[in-house]
């Protein structure tokens, strides 16, 4: 079994940084982070394999979001930086249970979410 919990999440001006933290437990190594506003699709931000480190982000927030893990506390982060209104949504965090090359962010892929982080960015 695996569990998952955000933190982190509020409101900020645009240009503004939040960091959003995750805390997994249970046996996975694929961790992404998600984002879905009203009326949309729920969105891959971020994932990252937690033995190999290797990350993967979304071309919407390439060189602005960063994506990072830390073993020891069984949390990944990710730090959002110069923020945009068009970032506005509720954050997930989700794991893939079990061991993986953690190759996609496709939400289907991954069946352990958490309950979400609101994340507003206002202009």
């Known amino acids: 079994q695996v569990q998952v919990a955000e933190s982190g999440g509020g409101s900020v001006q645009a240009g503004g940084s939040l960091r959003l933290s995750c805390a997994a437990s249970?046996?996975?190594?694929?961790l992404g982070w998600f984002r879905q506003a009203p009326g949309q699709e729920r969105e891959g931000v971020a994932r990252?394999?937690?033995?190999?480190?290797?990350?993967y982000y979304a071309e919407s927030v390439k060189g602005r979001f960063t994506i990072s893990r830390d073993n020891a506390k069984n949390t990944v982060y990710l730090q959002m930086n110069s923020l945009k209104p068009e970032d506005t949504a509720m954050y997930y965090c989700?794991?893939?249970?079990?061991?993986?090359?953690?190759?996609?962010?496709?939400?289907?892929?991954?069946?352990?979410w958490g309950q979400g982080t609101q994340v507003t960015v206002s202009s």
């Open positions: 249970g046996y996975t190594n694929c």
């Open positions: 990252i394999n937690t033995d190999s480190g290797s990350a």
């Open positions: 989700a794991a893939r249970s079990g061991l993986s090359v953690c190759g996609t962010t496709s939400p289907a892929f991954f069946d352990y």
